[in-house]
C-alpha cells in the first residue's frame, strides 16, 4: 500500500467518523422522531409563544391551516380526506355539525378536567351526545357594542339603537360575517332566544337590519376593524368584542366593548379531535396542555385575540402571574366578574339559526351588504 493511499482512506475514514458524529448530536436525533400534529384552527393559535414550549417539550411540530370563519371552517373539513386534521378548534355552534357529518372523534371524559371548570361550561350545550363529549370547552368572550370613546360614549353604547342616531350616519362597521352581527340586531328587537325565530320575527329582523344600512360605513376583516375603530373612521361595530377591543386597548387605543341594555352574546371555541386522526394520542395530550393552567393562561392571552377561560385553575393562575389581564377581563377571583353576567340571563350563547337555515342568513346578509 503506497503512503498516497493510506493517507486517502484516514481522511475518508476522518470525514465518515465526523458525519457520523454530526447525525449522532441530541438535536439532530430528536429531529429524527419529531412528529407533526396538524391543527385547523383561526389564526393565533399556532403562535410559537403559544405552543413553542409544548412543541419542545413534546418533539411535535403543529402544522396549522387557517380559518376565518365556522361556514369557511366547516368547507375546509368537508374538502379534505379524513384524517387530514389531527386537531380542530371550531366556534362551539359548529360543533353539532361537525359531530354529524363525522367529521370529529367521540373523546373519553375521564382524560379531560371538566371538574376544574365552572359549572356553566362542564357540559356544554351541543357537545356531548349520548353521554359522551366530541369538544372540549377552551375560551370563550362576550360580543356587544364595540366602540370608540371618542365617537360613541359608553352611556350611548348602552342600547344597540344609538347606531341609528343621525351623528353616527356613514360611522357604523360592521364585522363581515351575518352570524354575530344578526344576532345582536335579534337582541335588539327583544328576541329571548335570539337565534331560534319564526317567520315573522325573522322578517322584523331583516327590516331592523336594511334599516341600518345607511349607516354604515364598511364591511370589514379582522384587520380592517382594528384599523377602523382604532382610527375612529367608524363609531361603532355590532357583534364584536373584546377580541377586538382588548387587543386594541393593548397598544393604547381609546376603545372597548360594552354590553348594551338589551343583552350580549358568547362566543366559545373548543377542541375536538379530527376524524380517522392517526395522532389521536399526541392530539390528546395537546388538547391536554391547552386546558392545563399554564396552556390556559396562555390561550387568555393570545396576542391575536384574547378571550376568557372556563377552569378555575386557569384563573387562579392568571390571577397570580398577570392580576392586572385578570382584572382588565373580568375574570377576578374575589368579586364581581364575567361569570355574573351570565348568571344575571344577560348573555345568550351565539347560535346557529334554528329555524332558518345557514344560507337563508347568509343570502340575507348579502342583500344587505348589496343594498
Known sequence: MTHNTITTRRRLIKGVLAATAVIATPAVLRAQGRRDLSMLTWAGHADPDVIGAFEETHNVRIRAKEYVGGDQMLAQMAQSPAGTYDVILSDAEYVVQLQQAGFIEPL?????????FFP????????????????????????????????????????????????????????????????????????????????????????????????????????????????????????????????????????????????????????????????????RTFIQYMLSPEGQVKTA???????????????????????????????????PNALDEIRAGRIRLRELPVQQSLETWNDAWTRYKNA
Open 120 to 283: 356553566e361550561f362542564q357540559n356544554f350545550r351541543g357537545h356531548w351526545f349520548d353521554g359522551q363529549p366530541y369538544a372540549v370547552f377552551l375560551r370563550f368572550g362576550f360580543l356587544g357594542l364595540s366602540h370608540n370613546r371618542a365617537a360613541m360614549s359608553e352611556a350611548e353604547a348602552r342600547s344597540y339603537r344609538s347606531m341609528w342616531d343621525p351623528q353616527h350616519e356613514g360611522r357604523i362597521g360592521h364585522f363581515d360575517w351575518h352570524l354575530p352581527n344578526l344576532g345582536a340586531l335579534s337582541l335588539l328587537n327583544g328576541n329571548a332566544s335570539p337565534f331560534d325565530l319564526d317567520e315573522a320575527h325573522w322578517a322584523e329582523l331583516t327590516e331592523t337590519m336594511m334599516s341600518l344600512r345607511p349607516q354604515v360605513r364598511g364591511f370589514y376583516d379582522y384587520g380592517g376593524m382594528l384599523s377602523a375603530l382604532r382610527s375612529g373612521e367608524v363609531s361603532a361595530i355590532p357583534g364584536i368584542g373584546d377580541w377586538i377591543t382588548g387587543v386594541l386597548a393593548r397598544d393604547g387605543a381609546d376603545v372597548t366593548t360594552t354590553i348594551p341594555e338589551e343583552g350580549g352574546l358568547q362566543w366559545t371555541e373548543s377542541l375536538s379531535i379530527g376524524a380517522q386522526s392517526e395522532n389521536q394520542d399526541l392530539a
Open 301 to 335: 392571552t393570545l396576542k391575536a385575540y384574547p378571550a376568557m377561560i372556563p377552569s378555575r385553575a386557569g384563573w387562579a393562575r392568571l390571577n397570580d402571574e398577570l392580576p392586572g389581564e385578570a382584572q382588565r377581563q373580568n375574570m377576578v377571583l374575589n368579586g
Open 108 to 116: 373519553t371524559p375521564e382524560d379531560y378536567p371538566f371538574d376544574d
